[in-house]
């Protein structure tokens, strides 16, 4: 009789275990992603190679107009225009800085890169000043057949990588894989 009562009451302990689990959340669930902070983002827009006269190219002047219009989403984060490669004494760095000087853009809310000579030194040289500046993290701004490489490197640098905004170039497929991939960038993580 008492072994038929100790099994009693544990198969009743057990019934009721079961049911406070159930009703319990568990204490391993799931970690949750970390919100990105677009509270003020560094915009920065990678440059490209310039003419032998050192005017820009159809390339250039679009990611620039492309960074000016995410920048107005964003009315006090710093535009980083980032580039070297000097063509009769000028730089893809300060010929951006010149366009958007000429669109009213104010100069005191753009940071000139000049030194970069690569996408891997836009990034090594882009992602300190951003971090100077205060900023929540990186939007940046490229072209599409460029995205991948440039959001890698981005990444290797440190950066706190929040989206890319891409202009569409090239290959007509890699674009639109391009396009989904800015469309999810603010949602999804990146490296």
Known sequence: MRRRWKAACGAVLLVVATLIGE?????????????????NPAIVILGYGLLPDGSMRMILRRRVLTGLAVAQMYPHSPIIVTG???????????????????????????????????????????????????????????????????????????????ATVSYPDGNPTLNITQFAHDVLSPVTNFG
């Open 84 to 162: 070297g490669n000097p063509q009769n004494g000028v730089t893809e760095a300060a010929q951006m800085r010149r366009m958007l000087l000429m669109l009213n853009f104010p100069d005191s809310r753009i940071i000139v890169e000049d030194k970069a000579n690569s996408t891997v030194q836009n990034a090594q040289f882009s992602v300190p000043l951003a971090k100077k500046a205060n900023t929540s993290g990186i939007i940046l701004v490229t072209s599409s057949t460029h995205q991948g490489r440039a959001d890698g490197d981005f990444v290797d640098a440190g950066a706190n990588l929040l």
């Open 23 to 39: 009703l319990v959340p568990a204490a391993h669930a799931e970690p949750v992603a970390a919100a990105k902070d677009f509270s």
